[in-house]
């Protein structure tokens, strides 16, 4: 991640801006001072930087990464040495930088090893929040057996099976002590899981009241994935307060989110990658159907959300060789709720969710992250997503330098 030098100033002239907040683009200038936004207006000061009459937006936020999921194999996953998931990491992580996502956050790995190392400018990479190892009970989303493998399985890199009230109330400390931004659990089946139903709710009220209760009192939170209805009212009613995924939410679930405060983080970059791309990965036959279930109903529980008055965020989820498709989650988010929304959930409402109020926004005070796009998303949307048009990505007051990816 870039850091800010004394003194740096750089203002993007000529732009349209767009703050993270507002629907109307602001003509003008956008000044950056030693990692901060300094000035909007017609103030012209150190380096200039002309966009052309093009709209500059802040940096992108995805609230669902994963850089240590170099397979969708679960096992591959887990069991690989970590220098080797750090280093793929590592380059997924530069990657997501070069496309605009100037901030992640890791719900299901990442560890202070990394951060430390983004954190020294050891590696070009977005800004880095991380949950460690998801927990998961025996059976669930991250437990990664086949019913009829005889093994036993602890934790690897993204995932850890922690059963019973006390163990989860060790496994939440132990995150917290290592940095964690906040606390990741399987409340649900997931697609590439293989031995649980999508619908089924995982843990008890008693396991998921305790993850929240730590949480809690270090000032941090709990994010659950969680798909169907009865997972997703299991898990708010709990305390969660991020839902992971929520493609089959419906109208009642929604309103008591909405009543608890939580947000939504959709993912619908996976599951498209995973249809159109599932034989070239290697996806097995029952995550296949389970996919299936979940494919289409994405989009319409973001209108639901919406419509409940929901915070919606935004997250690509993307595991392995998918990795690649991380600006078409954009796309279909766009498709669902159209360019302002899609904007508001990958900037603002992203950097709320993280509890970060300087960032996701271009306004005096705010950090200093910015894309500017070949165009106006406003009226041709794939500025945003279409990788072959030009961007300029500005992370802490400086321009990126994609060669070094």
Do not use: W
């Not at 796309?331 to 960032?359: D, H, K, M, Y």
């Not at 406003?378 to 048009?389: A, Y």
């Amino acid at each position: 991640m870039s850091t800010a030098s004394a003194d740096r100033v750089l203002t993007i002239t000529n732009a349209l801006i767009f703050d993270g907040e507002n629907p109307e683009l602001i003509k003008g200038n956008v000044t950056f001072r030693d990692g901060l936004v300094s000035a909007i207006g017609e103030q012209e000061e150190g380096d200039l930087l002309d966009a052309g009459g093009k709209v500059v937006i802040p940096g992108l936020i995805d609230a669902h990464f994963h850089a240590y999921a170099i397979s969708l194999d679960g096992f591959r996953n887990e069991r690989g040495p970590l220098s080797f998931a750090a280093l793929a990491g590592a380059k997924r992580l530069g990657e997501a930088l070069s496309r605009g996502f100037t901030t992640v956050r890791d719900v299901a790995g990442g560890d202070i090893g990394l951060s430390s190392a983004i954190k020294g400018g050891l590696l070009p990479s977005p800004r880095y929040f991380y949950t460690g190892p998801a927990l998961s009970q025996t059976g669930g989303h991250g437990d990664p057996r086949e019913a009829d493998v005889d093994v036993c399985f602890g934790h690897g890199h993204m995932c850890e099976v922690v059963d019973g009230i006390e163990p989860l109330r060790v496994a939440v400390r132990e995150r917290l002590r290592t940095g964690a931004h906040a606390i990741k659990i399987m409340a649900s089946g997931g697609v590439v899981s293989l031995t649980d139903p999508l619908a089924i709710p995982q843990y008890s009220d008693e396991e998921i009241s305790v993850v929240v209760a730590e949480a809690t009192r270090r000032g941090s939170y709990v994010a659950a994935h969680a798909y169907s209805p009865e997972a997703i009212a299991h898990s708010v009613r709990n305390g969660v307060r991020s839902i992971e995924h929520g493609n089959l939410l419906d109208e009642p679930t929604a309103a008591l989110m909405a009543e608890h405060g939580a947000f939504l983080v959709p993912t619908l970059a996976a599951y498209a990658a995973m249809d159109r791309r599932g034989d070239e990965v290697g996806l097995p036959e029952v995550s296949k159907a389970k996919n299936l279930e979940v494919l289409t109903a994405g989009g319409e529980a973001i209108k639901l959300a919406l419509a409940a008055g929901i915070p919606v965020g935004f997250g690509s989820d993307l595991m392995g060789d998918l990795a690649d498709e991380q600006l078409n989650g954009l796309a279909l988010q766009i498709q669902a709720v159209g360019v302002f929304e899609t904007l508001r959930s990958a900037t603002s409402v992203n950097a709320a969710l993280l509890q970060e109020p300087t960032l996701g926004r271009l306004a005096p005070g705010m950090v200093a992250d910015a894309l500017i796009l070949d165009g106006n998303p406003f009226e041709d949307p794939s500025v945003l997503f279409d990788e072959s048009r030009p961007r300029t990505v500005v992370q802490c007051g400086a321009v990126v330098d994609h060669a070094a990816r």
